[in-house]
C-alpha cells in the first residue's frame, strides 16, 4: 500500500533494455521531481536518478529516467549482472508533508 | 568524503524506547536537511521524518507521529532519532539521509548520501 506504485518485479536478459514504471498522483509526482535509488543486496540505497531525469556522477549513461504527468519511469539499456538489485522510485509530497516512495521493484537479470 | 554513521540500534521491548543517532562529516553538516528513512526486513523503504537546517521544520511520518521526535546538533554534526512507545513494526533498518536541495525547496530535493544503517529490534 504504498504511496507510489511500482511493479513487484522485473527481468531481461544482459543487454536488453527494461524499463520499471512508478505511478503516483496530483500531489507528489504530478507537482515534485522523481528520484530513483538503486539497493544492491545487503546495501544501504544508493542515489541512481534525480530531479526526474538527472544522473549523479558516476552513474553510467545506462541508466535514465523521465516523467510525464502523475507517471516516471526508470530505463536500464545494455542490461549487466551487476543491475540486480531492487529499484525504488520517490517524491516529495505536498498533501502528506513527506517523502512517498515506491514499494520497490527487483530486477533479476537472468 | 562525506559519511553519514548510525548508531544505537538494538533490542527493545515493546513500548520501550530507544535514541538513534547519526555522525556526520565530510561536508558541511549545518547547511542541509537531513532525513531517517527506514526499511523493515524483507520489505520496502518507508520515509520516517525530516528536518531542516536550523531545526525550523519537522516532519513526520503518520505511522510514527506522537512517538518519534527528530533533533539536530550542529554543533556536533550529529543527527537525532528518539523513539518511544515501540511497537513491533517499529522494527527496521534505520537509514539517515543526507537531503540535497536542487534549489527548488524539498520538491526538487533528494537524497544524495546514505548512511549504512542501524538495526532495531523490537520484541518481548
Known amino acids: 500500500q504504498s504511496v507510489l506504485t511500482q511493479p513487484p518485479s522485473a527481468s531481461g536478459t544482459p543487454g536488453q533494455r527494461v524499463t520499471i514504471s512508478c505511478s503516483g498522483s496530483?500531489?507528489?509526482?504530478?507537482?515534485?521531481?522523481v528520484n530513483w535509488y538503486q539497493q544492491l543486496p545487503g546495501t544501504a540505497p544508493k542515489l541512481l536518478i534525480y530531479s526526474n531525469n538527472q544522473r549523479p556522477s558516476g552513474v553510467p549513461d545506462r541508466f535514465s529516467g523521465s516523467k510525464s504527468g502523475t507517471s516516471a519511469s526508470l530505463a536500464i539499456s545494455g542490461l549487466q549482472s551487476e543491475d540486480e538489485a531492487d529499484y525504488y522510485c520517490?517524491?516529495?509530497?505536498?498533501?502528506?508533508?513527506?517523502?512517498?516512495f515506491g514499494g520497490g521493484t527487483k530486477l533479476t537479470v537472468l | 568524503e562525506v559519511q553519514l554513521v548510525e548508531s544505537g540500534g538494538g533490542l527493545v521491548q515493546p513500548g520501550g524506547s530507544l535514541r538513534l543517532s547519526c555522525a556526520a562529516s565530510g561536508f558541511t553538516f549545518s547547511s542541509y536537511s537531513m532525513n531517517w528513512v527506514r526499511q523493515a526486513p524483507g520489505k520496502g523503504l518507508e520515509w520516517v521524518s525530516y528536518?531542516?537546517?536550523?531545526?525550523?521544520?519537522?516532519y513526520y511520518a503518520d505511522s510514527v507521529k506522537g512517538r518519534f521526535t527528530i533533533s539536530r546538533d550542529n554543533a556536533k554534526n550529529s543527527l537525532y532519532l528518539q523513539m518511544s512507545s515501540l511497537r513491533d513494526e517499529d522494527t527496521a533498518v534505520y537509514y539517515c539521509?543526507?537531503?540535497?536541495?536542487?534549489?527548488?525547496?524539498?520538491?526538487?530535493?533528494?537524497?544524495?548520501?546514505w548512511g549504512q544503517g542501524t538495526l532495531v529490534a523490537v520484541s518481548s
Open positions: 528536518i531542516s537546517s536550523s531545526s525550523s521544520t519537522m
Open positions: 520517490a517524491a516529495w509530497d505536498e498533501s502528506l508533508n513527506g517523502w512517498v
Open positions: 539521509a543526507r537531503e540535497h536541495d536542487e534549489g527548488g525547496g524539498t520538491s526538487m530535493a533528494h537524497f544524495d548520501y
Open positions: 496530483s500531489s507528489n509526482i504530478g507537482s515534485n521531481a
